[in-house]
């Protein structure tokens, strides 16, 4: 066996958040724990008085209360029903605005866009800029309870809005400018926003796309909405349609307004995310402002090591949880880098290019990013001044060995690299990187703190070292939503996370424990071939075929054969390859000898598209309905639902 790809020295172990929150906790509470495998064991054990250390130690702003947990009473369900910090009272936005120390006169947002835009908020025009946009929401109408929606790119307007409506106690909800009128429709609609901010356009790919076109068409779809904002993205000076205020004139009247004071419970409703659609309308899942504060404040101050003053950017649309996890690093006193456009525009170093000239402290990018910039031979390690990134973090899918390898290779050899996994239902991890311990190739490090993880096999017992089964939660944690939208009974709440187990959350990955404590995501759960009733992650089949040079990407599904499921993995060629049957022969040989006989497609078919969702998952479920021919639902949520068309009435899978 080789060893790990990465080892922090001493030194940094003793440098690290993780580490000085350690030897906080014993000697206030007179512990031995003897590293971070014991903090977290502790942390589950007593998860009430761990939340009570992190509210302390990270500083949070806000009265804590004595109480920090009280368990579901008799006949409520153990996980919804348990009451987090019930005393207490907090602003989220008090929060992200202090500073933590900061001079008024450091940057807090920094924003680029793909064509060389850029600009600058430093703490102090942020809280200014913050009162003014909270005053003309407030002489809106909006209050404690009201929504406010955000069409609209990665930008600072979008980051002052989201600030403004938590200040005053409303919701906030967003979405990319890149989705079509359906796709705003299905989500905003069920919300009910009293005020839309929309932008006039965006940028990508080297082209303008403008907005403002398909805005009315929204806006008569809301019919709950009193005032709509255009924010100039596009043109300084656009045409608004009729009955839309621009944005410099809606906030401009209220400038040198004082920032909202009031505090909130901790469980007063921040955001409303939204689940893919991909089987569906979105699910809106309703988040508590407090426990976000909380949760956000572990991943980026304790996982991913970041302190007042670093500079951290992840690479996200405002259609992503990821964003809302970006903007919570100001809370962590840290700058926050927004970047609106395509991560490979000019060219597949863009993002490096960012990092050397941003000085970033932590990078955040997607699994798929991290093996498109490997497949393309890139190596910012030769061409780039990355010595101020101490962290790489990577999400959105399973990352393989061959991205590990790539990044301690070929981007910065003593990087702390955080794959990190968990999903919108929570807006945070499960699982999460550790700057304190061992990096392992294609593993994650372990269980994010407070955070009671295990894997289950199909009987709800755990399944072990190595071996497959479902990602589950046993205890409550403070980011469990409110609920769904419009699910007054919570019904679907329940189905979407108790069916499989009643008292565990089941969160819909396949993985599995390493022999390090770290775990493995073999992929969706939902999406898990099932082939002559043996269970196959996906995840497993990508590593493999993706490795090869020919091979630029790879959707697997199952197809309904014989009164049994075979699977069929479609390809996308890379320039110049053709699949022919070396190349077929090839693939089935490695996927054998690599996963199993279990794992060999039955068929191997190429395409020249893959549809996506816009946060870049593969749309495993919408092919396997297609190629099922069954009926694709909400094609709203695919970014190009124009590729499913490629696997519709295959000759190659008729016999």
Not at 421 to 434: E, I, N, P, Q, Y
Not at 454 to 461: K, L, M, N, P
Not at 523 to 533: E, F, K, M, Q, V
Request: hydrophobic share 40%; aromatic share 8%; with cysteine.
């Amino acid at each position: 066996m080789t060893g790990p790809l990465w080892v922090p020295d001493g030194e940094r172990v003793r440098a690290s958040n993780l580490d000085h929150l350690r030897r906080t906790v014993n000697e206030r509470l007179g512990l031995d724990l003897a590293d971070s495998v014991a903090l977290h064991a502790w942390s589950v054990a007593d998860p009430g008085a761990f939340w009570q250390e992190v509210w302390d130690w990270g500083g949070v702003l806000g009265e804590r209360g004595e109480v920090a947990l009280v368990p579901a009473p008799d006949g409520e369900h153990p996980v919804t029903g348990a009451r987090w910090f019930p005393e207490a009272r907090l602003s989220f936005a008090e929060n992200l605005l202090d500073g933590r120390g900061a001079d008024g006169s450091g940057p807090a947002v920094v924003f680029e866009r793909e064509d060389g835009r850029s600009s600058t908020l430093t703490w102090a025009e942020l809280r200014a800029d913050v009162a003014a946009a909270a005053a003309a929401l407030d002489a809106a109408g909006v209050g404690p309870g009201d929504r406010v929606a955000a069409w609209m790119p990665n930008v600072p307007e979008t980051v002052v809005v989201m600030a403004a409506t938590l200040s005053l106690g409303a919701v906030f909800s967003s979405t990319s400018p890149d989705f079509g009128v359906n796709g705003v429709l299905d989500r905003f609609a069920q919300i009910e926003p009293t005020v839309l901010v929309a932008a006039d356009g965006y940028v990508y790919g080297g082209k303008h796309h403008d907005c403002l076109g398909r805005l009315a068409e929204v806006v008569e779809g809301l019919p709950s909405v009193r005032a709509t904002v255009v924010v100039p993205f596009l043109d300084d000076d656009p045409q608004l349609p009729a009955g839309t205020t621009r944005y410099q004139d809606f906030v401009g009247a209220h400038h040198g307004a004082a920032l909202p004071t009031e505090r909130f419970g901790f469980d007063q409703a921040g955001f409303i995310l939204y689940s893919s659609g991909t089987t569906g309308k979105p699910k809106c899942i309703v988040h508590r402002a407090g426990g976000l504060v909380l949760k956000h404040l572990t991943e980026h101050r304790l996982h991913c090591d970041v302190a007042p003053g670093d500079r951290e950017f992840y690479f996200t649309t405002c259609g992503w949880m990821m964003w809302n996890w970006l903007v919570s690093g100001l809370a962590a006193g840290a700058t926050i880098v927004l970047f609106d456009g395509n991560p490979f525009h000019p060219g597949p170093a863009a993002l490096f290019d960012l990092a050397e000239r941003q000085r970033l402290s932590l990078m955040g990018v997607s699994a798929k990013f991290i093996d498109s910039c490997r497949k393309t031979g890139l190596r910012p390690a030769d061409t780039h001044d990355l010595s101020s990134l101490r962290t790489i973090a990577s999400t959105g899918s399973p990352l393989g060995v061959e991205g590990f390898e790539w990044v301690y290779d070929a981007v910065a050899p003593d990087v702390h690299l955080a794959s990190i996994s968990g999903g919108t239902d929570l807006c945070g991890c499960f699982v999460a990187g550790d700057p304190t311990r061992p990096v392992w190739a294609g593993e994650i490090q372990g269980p994010g703190l407070g955070m009671d993880v295990d894997v289950f096999d199909e009987s709800g017992r755990p399944s072990g070292v190595g071996v497959r089964g479902e990602l589950v939660c046993r205890t409550p944690f403070p980011t469990v939503p409110l609920g769904f939208v419009g699910d007054d009974d919570g019904a679907k709440f329940t189905a979407a996370y108790f069916s499989r187990f009643p008292d565990v959350w089941a969160h819909g990955d396949f993985a599995s424990w390493t022999e390090h404590g770290g775990m493995v995501i073999h992929g969706r759960s939902d999406a898990t071939l099932n082939a002559g009733g043996v269970r196959i992650g996906t995840a497993e089949l990508y590593r493999v075929v993706e490795n090869f040079a020919a091979v630029a990407e790879a959707i697997a599904v199952g197809q309904v054969w014989d009164d049994d499921t075979r699977i069929v993995l479609f390809v996308r060629l890379a320039d110049g390859h053709e699949l022919d049957d070396d190349l077929v022969a090839s693939l089935r040989a490695r996927v054998r000898s690599d996963c199993s006989p279990r794992h060999v497609p039955a068929r191997i078919v190429a395409v020249t598209d893959i549809p996506r969702t816009r946060s870049g998952k593969l749309v495993e479920l919408a092919v396997t309905d297609v190629v099922n021919h069954r009926q694709v639902r909400n094609l709203e949520a695919i970014a190009n639902p124009e590729a499913l068309d490629l696997f519709a009435d295959r000759p190659e899978l008729a016999t």
